[in-house]
């Protein structure tokens, strides 16, 4: 028999060996980088997340144990009475100045006022207050004059006096040589006056 060198090359076979390994490891390397690296980017994710959760738990713990504090929901209370009491102020204010705008409107009577309405009788008519009812602005008095003639005429000076909104007068007496009329007379607001 014959025997015949045969040569091996190590080195060659050595190489042959690596491709096939890395083909394999290539594979599994080619799916599980991706996989790996995701994993990573979620950990790291659900870290951030669950730093952030905590840090606002403290946040939101810190607020709520300020809010429960004592002193600071007796500062509240306070702040809140002032408040209340300062709606008050500024209601009745407001009421006041209604009030007074109200009042305004209606002419003052004083005796400037009677002075002008027994004017317009001239030295034929007296006249004689009787009352005033300021809710209304009704005007009572008593107009008297020896001549009977003279009371129409007196009537008619107070209606373009501009005073009266309404001059009413419900009859006349005659007593002791005097004619007496009895007037009812609604005073006109200062803005219808003007």
């Known amino acids: 028999m014959i025997h ?8 060659r076979s ?3 060996l690596m491709r096939g390994e890395k083909g394999r490891s290539g594979l599994l ?6 996989a790996a690296a995701c994993l990573l980017v979620c950990v790291l994710i659900w870290g951030v997340l669950l730093l952030m959760n905590s840090s606002l738990s403290r946040l939101t713990d810190d607020v709520n144990d300020w809010l429960l504090d004592p002193a600071v929901t007796q500062q509240y209370s306070e702040a809140a009475d002032r408040q209340q009491y300062n709606d008050s102020l500024v209601q009745a204010l407001g009421q006041v100045q209604a009030l007074t705008d109200a009042l305004a409107t209606y002419p003052q009577v ?11 009788g001239g030295a034929e008519v007296s006249m004689s207050l009787t009352g005033y009812d300021a809710d209304t ?15 129409p005429g007196y009537v008619l000076k107070l209606q373009s006096l501009g005073l009266f909104r309404k001059v009413d007068y419900t009859g ?6 005097m004619h007496v ?7 006109q607001g200062k ?4």
């Open 191 to 194: 803005e219808t006056a003007e």
């Open 110 to 120: 004083d005796s400037a006022l009677i002075s002008r309405i027994g004017a317009a």
């Open 29 to 34: 390397h080619h799916f599980l980088t991706p």
């Open 137 to 151: 602005g009704a005007l009572r008095f008593d107009a008297q004059s020896t001549s009977v003639i003279d009371i």
């Open 172 to 177: 006349y007496t005659y007593e002791d040589g």
């Open 181 to 187: 009329l009895s007037l009812n007379c609604i005073l």
């Open 4 to 11: 015949a060198n045969k040569e091996l090359d190590l080195l």
């Open 14 to 16: 050595y190489r042959r």
